[in-house]
């Protein structure tokens, strides 16, 4: 705990002094250095960026929503230009004029925000149960005095972005082309209205795009070789308590008996204890180097270390590179044995196999008492990725439980983790499991039995999360550009109804007429949604550090979003286009 006077810069500037001054080394003799780090910036670290990814795309809809609302209060303030023009003649100034369309835009604005408070009173709830449960203060989330001056303050940025512009268009009357009905300023106007629609349409690909760069990422996630089989595979917690099982011995004879009987179950095909299963949290861990090596040798040997009963690796389906797994033959009067995984086999031996060599560990109490002992490399074992393919492979040696010193158990608190591999429904076995182990000792606590493919499932839930969000973000975003792109066509068709009604009346097909517009407004969507595309690649930086197996600027997710728009920019643009073609030429005309 730092002083009250210190910072984390000046304890890292003292705490480096200090590692400086004693020569902190790292076991390959690197000098290490110090960061210090506030608990609270190291417990949110790992949702920091995506939180700071989904703010950033809710404020972009917001932004394409003023764009939206800007579009039809401009759209509003032409039409209303005679009504202005009547005010303005009665002696209404144009400040006068311009507050009060920027009051009635502040109203839409409040209107909203309150709806949005309203909304998100039980959106909160439904957070808890959506969002994954090691979101840090997730239980603390709610609608407070903060969020509720956020929304304030948010309703008065947005109606300073979607008000403000039309306001002040709308404020700037000319009387005389009023009264002679030929409104000036509508081209002005239309410049304007293409403006937001295209803005609205390049921050909706950009949104688009990160929805499915993140949606890519978590299937890449999924579907990413983890170097054991997850499906079928049913776990549970033991824990072992201190006052029954006091030493080594009775720890593995009871693991023994608690996988035998599981093993004979119905529909089960193999079982196996471990001190750890993919996704289950840390375990304990030592240097490990050949026998007679130093370990001051300069090379990096720390591994973890992963106590296992027989056929461990073969329920888990994790293959063999080379010799043996652990098996029945390892018992604690047998030679000690180990298994490492490929990453710890290139330490200890590049160029060659370590089967058939002895290791000792940086720990002494694997040494045992005379710190003699060593242990027999009997295989090695295809790498796997515990936390998934995101993290590195850790170097690991597999320890037989029956072989593990006493002292070992004490560090993992007496807790190892059963996996079953079964035939049919896991959910079905997991009660006969549960009995298995209540025949061996009644009292012995089983947590709760959960399948592999739900951890496995849980760790990318994250991922899957901020895909879906971001995923509905940039749905919300292009439809509401396409409302956008719908609004100025529909004004189009408004404001050339006269030349389209001549147009018609002296021949011209109605199909000519829907396909001009259509081209018009697609034309509106193709250079925005290129302009949105090659914003995506600028801005993906932002996602690098979400994404697996996908690069930020994916040409074939730019281009498949940004033709997408296109093509649904055209068929918007051609619902009031086909309306155009509907014109009753002699009713366009007398009106």
């Known amino acids: 705990r730092l002083a009250a006077t210190a910072s984390p810069a000046a304890a890292t500037q003292e705490l480096a002094a200090i590692g400086t001054r004693i020569a902190l080394r790292a076991d390959d003799g690197s000098a290490l250095g110090v960061r210090v780090t506030p608990l609270a910036d190291h417990l949110t670290a790992r949702y920091r960026?995506?939180?700071?990814?989904l703010l950033a795309g809710v404020a972009a809809l917001v932004l394409i929503a003023?764009?939206?609302?800007?579009?039809?209060?401009?759209?509003?303030?032409?039409?209303r230009q005679a009504e202005l023009a009547l005010r303005a003649s009665l002696g209404a100034s144009p400040a006068r004029l311009a507050r009060q369309l920027l009051v009635e835009a502040a109203l839409l604005a409040a209107l909203a925000s309150a709806g949005g408070l309203l909304a998100a009173l039980w959106l909160v709830d439904v957070l808890r149960v959506v969002l994954p449960a090691d979101v840090p203060r997730l239980a603390e989330a709610r609608v407070d005095g903060v969020a509720a001056a956020f929304a304030l303050g948010a309703g008065v940025i947005v109606t300073l972005l979607a008000g403000l512009t039309p306001a002040l268009r709308g404020a700037r009357v000319d009387l005389q082309s009023v009264l002679r009905v030929t409104a000036t300023g509508g081209a002005s106007h239309e410049r304007l209205r293409r403006a937001f629609v295209v803005a609205q349409v390049a921050v909706a690909v950009v949104l688009a795009c990160a929805g499915v760069l993140l949606t890519r990422s978590a299937s890449a996630l999924a579907a990413a070789p983890r170097g054991y089989e997850s499906a079928g595979v049913v776990t549970a917690s033991l824990t072992l308590p201190a006052a029954t099982y006091r030493d080594a011995s009775s720890i593995a004879s009871a693991i023994d008996r608690i996988v035998d009987g599981a093993t004979a179950v119905p529909g089960v095909d193999a079982a196996a204890a471990a001190s750890q299963l993919p996704f289950a949290g840390g375990s304990a861990g030592s240097d490990v180097v050949l026998a007679g090596e130093p370990?001051?040798?300069?090379?990096?040997?720390?591994?973890r270390v992963r106590l296992v009963s027989p056929a461990y690796l073969s329920t888990l389906g994790v293959t063999m590179v080379d010799g043996r797994e652990i098996g029945r033959g390892d018992g604690p009067t047998s030679r000690p044995v180990v298994v490492v995984n490929q990453t710890l086999a290139r330490r200890l031996s590049p160029g060659r196999s370590p089967v058939g060599r002895d290791v000792t560990f940086g720990v002494p109490v694997f040494n045992g008492s005379d710190g003699r002992r060593v242990w027999h490399v009997v295989g090695v074992a295809t790498d796997t990725w515990d936390r998934g393919p995101r993290e590195a492979v850790e170097p690991e040696v597999l320890i037989p439980i029956a072989q593990t010193p006493g002292e070992v158990f004490f560090w993992i608190s007496r807790e190892l983790q059963l996996a079953v591999r079964t035939t049919g429904d896991p959910a079905a076995v997991a009660?006969?499991?549960?009995r298995a182990v209540a025949a061996v000792d009644p009292a012995l606590p089983v947590g709760v039995a959960r399948t592999l493919d739900d951890r496995v499932a849980q760790s990318f839930a994250r991922e899957r999360l901020m895909a879906r969000l971001l995923a509905g973000l940039g749905v919300s975003g292009v439809v509401l550009?396409?409302?956008?792109?719908?609004?100025v066509v529909h004004q189009q068709v408004q404001q050339r109804r006269r030349d389209i009604a001549i147009r018609l009346a002296i021949g011209a097909n109605g199909h000519d007429v829907v396909r001009g517009l259509v081209q018009d407004g697609a034309r509106l969507a193709v250079e925005r949604a290129l302009a949105g595309a090659v914003a995506s690649v600028g801005t993906g930086g932002v996602l690098t550090s979400l994404l697996f197996g996908v690069a930020p600027g994916d040409p074939a997710t730019l281009v498949a979003v940004a033709a997408g728009v296109v093509l649904l920019a055209a068929v918007a643009a051609w619902v009031p286009a086909r309306s155009a073609a509907a014109v009753d030429p002699a009713e366009a005309l007398r009106s």
């Not at 960026?49 to 990814?53: C, K, N, R, S, T």
């Not at 040798?297 to 591994?303: E, I, T």
């Open 66 to 79: 003023c764009a939206n609302v800007a579009t039809l209060l401009l759209t509003r303030a032409q039409d």
């Open 431 to 434: 009660p006969a499991v549960r």
């Open 481 to 487: 550009a396409l409302l956008g792109l719908v609004a």
């Open 295 to 303: 370990f001051t040798s300069g090379v990096d040997r720390q591994a």
């Open 49 to 53: 960026a995506g939180l700071v990814l």
